[in-house]
């Protein structure tokens, strides 16, 4: 529909598209500075209202007042497996087969070793490129513990489908690429891995809570993903670990700490795993980070995955549509797939300045980021985004690139975080 719109009809438009928006209401939940479009929700999610003073609560009367006693009185021992049943229902998870814990990196390494464990005599942990890097290095490092038997065979996408074979143990994939936000389809991957008796282990990090999803019916073994982009847990909110409950009673974490215990109090000499996806926690948990996580999720509870997608692919077309149209530069390339069924919920442009592009849109209040060499990543979290808010963010790029004011000294220079 965006492309048959007028030059100066955008606006209207899009006034309307917000007027009509049936998740309008929930832009009011989130704490936004005003004069600000914030599209970097793939990178750090929007703070939700409320979560500063939940944590100021906890701070105060559970930690101040109550000290160690608020592990039991305030329910702080249960979070992970509580937090993890509360992500399971944006998952297609049981509730038991979620569990909030450590970093994204850090589960990972767990899973994938588990689940070399259990496809003895295969050597290859299948995956692409374009993971996540920080997947890619954690799947060297968990290879180069087995003296040889695993090796690690990353691919570009279209070699894909041929790597996957009967001496691949694991198939670990990104399910939104995190360069060009394209989707892989989950069930068909996970169904590949399963025909040649490898074991599937998704990173969902930039899929959970803007795509909606069913680990079930997708047929996924192993997932884990981050809680701090579209579920807006907080900077270095904890991540969360899926294993399908089938696996759960075979499957054993390397990192087996106290925590993951079965019954930790018992202070046993030997590890005996809890059930399910709990005995992947390893040691106390971070307990404010994990109610500021659980906070944003009670909050944004009653919100339909289903019309998040919607939204989200209204605005990420809109806002292709949008600058195609205006083309403000002849270097300027959409890296994101145009098809929206096979896009995440970010729209990446490539441009040789589009490290001093998103400083310049920076000065003028649009938060995008960076991604080496040439990516500028716009990430819409939908919930906290107008139509207008976006249509606003792609005047000002156009605007940015034909005055050509990112071309400034003031924009160039290294930066430490893009
Ligand atoms: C797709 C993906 N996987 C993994 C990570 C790393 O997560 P963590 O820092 O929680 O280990 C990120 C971080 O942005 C990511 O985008």
Known sequence: MWCAIPPDAWQSVCA???????????????????????????S?????????????????????????????????IDAPARIGAQLARLLGAASDEVVVCDS?????????????????????IVTELATFPSDLYVAEGVASLSGGAHRVCAVPRDALDAAIDTDTAVLLLTHVEYQTGALRD???????????????????????????????????????????????????????????RDLAASLRSPLRGWLGHASPFAFEPSFRPAAGASALVCGTPPIL?????????????????????????????????YVEQRAPDPSLELASP??????????????????????????????????TP?????????????????LCAARTLC????????????????????
């Open 186 to 244: 989950l069930a068909s991957l996970s169904r590949r891995a399963r025909d040649v008796g490898a074991i599937s282990l998704w990173d969902l990090s930039h899929s959970a809570g803007v795509v909606p999803l069913d680990l079930h019916a997708a047929g996924v073994d192993l997932a884990v993903g981050c809680t701090y982009k579209y579920l807006c847990g907080g900077p270095g909110a904890p991540a969360y670990a899926y294993v399908r």
């Open 399 to 418: 605007d940015v690139l034909e005055s050509q004011t990112w071309d400034r000294e003031t924009y160039r220079g290294d930066v430490r975080v893009t």
């Open 104 to 124: 994204t990196s850090v589960n990972l390494f767990k899973l994938l070793s588990a689940a070399l464990a259990l496809r003895p005599g295969r050597a290859r």
């Open 44 to 76: 750090l999610g929007p703070l939700v209202a409320g979560v500063s003073e939940r944590i100021a609560h906890v701070i105060a009367r559970e930690w101040g007042e109550r000290g160690v006693r608020s592990f039991s009185e305030h329910g702080w």
């Open 374 to 390: 040439d990516l500028l990543r716009l990430g819409l979290a939908p919930l906290a985004l107008r139509f207008t808010d976006v």
């Open 289 to 321: 980070s994990m109610l500021a996580l659980e906070a944003s999720l009670a909050a944004l509870a009653d919100v339909d995955v289903a019309r998040v997608r919607e939204k989200s692919v209204a605005l990420s077309d809109l806002l292709i549509a």
């Open 16 to 42: 309307e598209r917000d007027a009509a928006d049936p998740l309008a209401h929930v832009r009011a939940r989130f704490v936004l500075p005003p004069g600000e479009v914030y599209l970097a929700g793939h």
């Open 338 to 371: 145009r098809d929206a069924d096979a896009r995440g919920s970010q729209v990446s442009f490539r441009h040789p300045g589009a490290l001093a592009l998103s400083r310049a849109l920076a000065a003028r209040g649009v938060i995008a980021d960076f991604r």
